[in-house]
Structure formats: structure tokens, C-alpha cells
């Protein structure tokens, strides 16, 4: 079965960091371009940033300079750590696969994705 997991979120003060996994089965990453996108309450789901199939990254301008994506195709997962967390980081965090393996922050172009993982930045 081809799917993709997402780990890590939580709740965190402002300023805090955390660390979301997104974990592969039924398929190997390796010539895959991966995406993390965020959907807030009330609002469109929106891409954060994502890794090429050749370890180039991409980023939103509201996440540049504090969010770091990385990829370990031995382990099959993608990883996005984000530091000086916001409230307005605040939403549910997905990560999808791009099968052609190009840069993107375009939803259609992502045809598997996670379940989501809740992430909360608050006092």
C-alpha cells in the first residue's frame, strides 16, 4: 500500500522549534519530489516548501531563513524542521509526493498525500 506519514506536530510556545517527519511505504522516495503544505482553519491549504529528487529546496517567503527541509532516501522520509515558530505557523501539516520529481508548490501536481499532522503555536 502507497503511503505517506506524517509525524512530529504538537503544541509549542512562539519562538519554540519542532521537527515533522513525513515517512514513505509502498514506495521509494529517491526520485521523488516531496512537498509540505499547511492548511490553516478557514483557509486554502498553501505550500511551505519543498525538496527536488536531486536535493533542491524551495520555501515559502513566510517560512524562508526558519524552516529547513532535508531528505534521507536511506530511511525513506523527508523531514522538515522548523524553528521560531509563529502563531501564525499554526495548521495542519501535510506532506505529498510529486512523482516527475521537479520543484513545485502546486497542489495538483502532488498525487499522494498524508493524513496531516496538527501543528499549534501558542502562549
Known amino acids: 500500500q502507497v503511503q505517506l506519514v506524517e509525524s512530529g506536530g504538537g503544541l509549542v510556545q512562539p519562538g519554540g522549534s519542532l521537527r515533522l517527519s513525513c515517512a514513505a511505504s509502498g514506495f521509494t522516495l529517491d526520485y521523488y519530489a516531496i512537498g509540505w503544505f499547511r492548511q490553516a482553519p478557514g483557509k486554502e491549504r498553501e505550500g511551505v516548501s519543498c525538496?527536488?529528487?536531486?536535493?533542491?529546496?524551495y520555501y515559502a517567503d513566510s517560512v524562508k531563513g526558519r524552516f529547513t527541509i532535508s531528505r534521507d532516501n536511506a530511511k525513506n522520509t523527508v523531514s522538515l524542521q522548523m524553528n521560531s515558530l509563529k502563531p501564525e505557523d499554526t495548521a495542519v501539516y501535510y506532506c505529498?509526493?510529486?512523482?516527475?520529481?521537479?520543484?513545485?508548490?502546486?497542489?495538483?501536481?502532488?498525487?499522494?498525500w498524508g493524513q496531516g499532522t496538527q501543528v499549534t503555536v501558542s502562549s
Open positions: 505529498a509526493s510529486n512523482p516527475w520529481g521537479f520543484a513545485t508548490m502546486t497542489r495538483a501536481e502532488y498525487d499522494c
Open positions: 525538496i527536488t529528487s536531486d536535493g533542491s529546496t
